[in-house]
């Protein structure tokens, strides 16, 4: 089974959980989060799902992300400055740079990083749950001659 069609019976199936009813028009829009790679917001979303099969209004695709998130299997950013962002939250754990320029978020992932938020936590007496980290960064112009 693809990653896709496995990732569409489990939103089908949390959507379901949460007593919602899937309508055409909701089933588009699993669809198109599904096959989503990236960091869409919900007018994103409704814009793709609306390439699928017309007439989804946006209070129900937001209706339709709060209740997925609800059930644990869409993760919701709300990075600075930009509408909420959607992402599956089984993707293996990673953090997130935002071009505060283009609006481009960037995945990263860093073992030294992990490492030292571990040790923070563990000088202080605990072990950590889960954290988010965000980097607000903007691209590097190329060093220009002096003279
Ligand atoms: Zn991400």
Redesign the pocket.
Known sequence: MSRTVKRAKRLTKALRAAGVRITRQRAALLDVLAEADD?PDAVELQRRAEVELPGISLSTVYRTLTALEEQGVI?R?QFEGHPARF?HAE?EH???MIDVDSGE?V?FCSDRIEQIQAEIAAELGYEIVRHRMELYVRAKRPERDVG
């Open positions: 960091h993760l950013h992402e993707t990673h953090d997130h978020v995945e």
